[in-house]
């Protein structure tokens, strides 16, 4: 069979949820990196970033490297209130490591509050920084219904790709042969 520089894509699923805190909790609610002054925050060991945590799961998911709870356990007190920005930006080390690269993630976060839309650029802003690729955050409001109320989701999908330069440099020449080939019919 002849390869391709295509042969070699992953996609990943993440999935996380997090609980509003109790009123009056000092907690601060974190998503996809960007702070929320005011507003319900959530519980969580770390700082509880749904959309981070998401993210780690899909592209750690994508690259047979497990899931965040390995690699960051809850019960590690080196996790308390860690910035999760950094965990993804771990998450994405471990996966270049492996030998993959970030083509894009896709997340829905779905709450009810706060409105995402207003902070959706500088969530992406940072998460893309963060991952060398581009992120989209979508919100989703579910008026109630969902009965979500309880807590923020996150859902998110990534897509990888093996970055192996001599396979990529085969892949190209024997297109460029095809190619070839094609023309001289
Ligand atoms: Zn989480």
Redo the contacts with the bound molecule.
């Keep these: 069979m002849t390869s391709t520089p295509f042969d070699s894509l992953r996609i990943g699923q993440g999935f ?3 609980p509003f805190a109790p009123v009056g909790s000092d907690r601060v609610l974190v998503l996809g990196g960007v702070r929320f002054e005011s507003g319900p925050a959530l519980v ?1 060991h ?1 700082d ?3 959309i981070a ?1 998401a993210c780690i799961d899909a592209l750690l998911g994508a690259a047979g490297l497990g899931d ?1 709870g390995g690699l960051f356990p809850d019960t590690d007190p080196a996790y308390g209130g860690a910035d ?1 920005i950094a965990l993804l930006a771990l998450g994405v080390a471990r996966v270049h490591d492996a030998g993959w690269r970030v083509i894009n993630i896709d997340c829905t976060v779905i709450a009810d509050e706060p409105k995402i839309a207003p902070h959706r650029a500088e969530m992406e802003q940072r998460l893309s920084a963060t991952v060398e690729a581009p992120v989209a955050v979508k919100g989703k409001r579910t008026e109630g219904v969902a009965g979500l109320g309880g807590g923020i989701q996150c859902h998110a999908v990534a897509l990888l790709t093996r970055f192996d330069q001599e396979n990529l440099d085969q892949g190209n020449s024997e297109i460029a042969g095809q190619v070839e080939e094609g023309r001289s019919r």
Excluded: K, L, M, P
């Design positions: 996380d949820v997090h969580g770390s509880a970033d749904v945590h965040i999760s």
